[in-house]
């Protein structure tokens, strides 16, 4: 019975797991969001609190395991640098994180005026509230010092001490092993976040107009995106001297493969397959894109700043011009850190928001009702994103390296 579960796709179960929680909203099941009772004991949490901390509750220290894990296992088993190549490549990977980065603080700036997320005195359950503004410094701080970022540095620590010990190979097929497992665990918690954010949105103050409110922030996002993404197949074409026809037939079916799974290590194969469709050597592009699923994620950045952006705004704070790239840089460093699963990010946003002086119930609100559509929508444009700016890199940096001369191809 397991295994037939987890042959239905992720999609299907979310949107099942939706369409439950409006049907039992529609026909009056409120107790599901109200705390439950046996006899005059009051336990606290209500159903829909317990589904939705089915995902949220661990997802956070899973998370950080696979950080260090990931981290410290491809350490462990890399044997020095890819030289010139990967220079080329990693090029073209911050250019087109750059420009992500930009066209989401555009996207933001030119529709600030849209009130995407509730005002924080709305909810009840949001309590803490207190608006002030963190020195940079502090934030900066407060970044280097978070539980992500610790995360990161233990990484690093434990990739030396597992190559010093000659465990290199056996920790990574253990990482490869966790990130299934943890695939898996995303497959049953997220349909139940899902149910239970619904339900908690609809029977909280505002009801159905706190879910309506993110229909205009998909279309920012598809926008942000598109452009990004129609920038991205010109420089390609531009590199590569070919026309828009030939990039775009090369990476559709990327791009299919991308939105179907919503996960940068599970479109692997599709990615090398575009490498090859675009005129670079599949096998000899599978280290850098590979590398690229990693820490090369534009869409996530996009996503992250955005998102964390509007939730700023709701929530109070002033967010200047400095402010925004302040998020957005942060937003590339904590991007680099995501895992290639479904939704993952959604633990990230979180550490940008209290890091920037939004309170932790309010970050909690927000990232609640962001899981609704972002294994639905977001996610999924997010994917495809990342793995595109993966192959069309990867072309074109090997592109521009065997451009040089033969004594440069040599060193």
Known sequence: MIEKYHRIPLLLLVILAAALAVSLYAIGASFLAEPIHIGAINLGKSV?????????????????????????????????GLGAKFVRVFIFFLSFSIIGGIIAITGFSLFSNINVLADPATLGGVTDIEIKQIPYAVKLYGVLTSELMFSIYAGVLFGGALRRLGLGEKADAISDLFMRGFRQFLQFSIPLAVFGSITLALNAPGGAASLKGLIPFVGIYLTTFTTVWIIMLGVTALVLRKNLAFVFRAVFPQAV????????????????????????????????????????????????????????????????????????????????????????????????????GVSAS???????????????????????????????????????????????AEG
């Open 48 to 80: 829909g609190a317990l589904a939705k901390d089915a995902l949220f509750a661990p997802l956070k220290p899973l998370m950080y395991a696979l950080i260090i894990m990931s981290i410290g296992s491809s350490l462990a088993i890399s044997h020095g």
């Open 362 to 408: 309010y970050a909690a609100y927000v990232t609640g009702i962001i899981i609704t559509i972002d294994t639905l929508i977001l996610d999924r444009l997010r994917t495809a994103l990342n793995t595109q700016s993966d192959s069309m890199s990867t072309a074109m940096g090997l592109k521009v390296y065997y451009k040089k001369p033969a004594i440069l």
């Open 257 to 356: 493969v991308a939105m179907s799974t919503s996960s940068s290590i599970a479109t692997l194969p599709a990615t090398k397959l575009a490498c090859d469709q675009l005129g670079a050597s599949g096998d000899e592009s599978t280290p850098f894109f590979t590398i690229g699923a990693t820490i090369n994620m534009v869409g996530t950045l996009m996503g992250l700043t955005l998102l964390s952006l509007y939730a700023m705004s709701s929530y109070g704070l002033d967010v200047s011009l400095i402010d925004r790239i302040v998020v957005a840089l942060q937003s590339l460093i904590y991007s680099v850190s995501a895992a290639g699963v479904p939704s993952a990010s959604v633990v990230l946003l979180q550490e940008i928001l209290t890091s920037q």
